[in-house]
Nanobody
Framework: QVTLTESGGGLVQAGGSLRLSCTVS????????MGWFRQAPGKEREFVAA??????HYADSVKARFSMSRDNARNMVFLQMNTLKPEDTAVYYC??????????????????WGQGTQVTVSS
């Protein structure tokens, strides 16, 4: 059983920063590739960032503004979001999959999901 719990969302003004956290339960965390996705009202869930044991990947829309990291000792991943824009407003989801060596950027590739945390950026 794998359980993911996100935290850290909230309301922030444009140009501000937020740090999302995701805690994962279920062994062994170091074998998992992790992803962050987001879904705005009326839109499909979209890829934001992914991290695996070897590399980190970002959507073009967040590259240079967002940074994903992981702490294997605490079974956690983080998404540091800087220079936030109103178009970043969405529910942000943490996702997990067993790492196969390939980068996964689509929601269907991740079998485990958190409940989501709302991020709202005001203009």
């Amino acid at each position: 059983q794998v359980t993911l719990t996100e935290s850290g969302g909230g309301l922030v003004q444009a140009g501000g920063s937020l740090r999302l956290s995701c805690t994962v339960s279920g062994p062994p965390f170091s074998n998992y590739a992790m992803g962050w996705f987001r879904q705005a009202p009326g839109k499909e869930r979209e890829f934001v960032a992914a991290i695996n044991p070897r590399s980190t990947h970002y959507a073009d829309s967040v590259k240079a503004r967002f940074s994903m990291s992981r702490d294997n000792a605490r079974n956690m991943v983080f998404l540091q979001m800087n220079t936030l824009k109103p178009e970043d407003t969405a529910v942000y989801y943490c996702a997990a999959r067993i790492w196969t060596g390939a980068v996964a950027t689509t929601p269907t590739e991740y079998p485990y999901w958190g409940q989501g945390t709302q991020v709202t950026v005001s203009s």
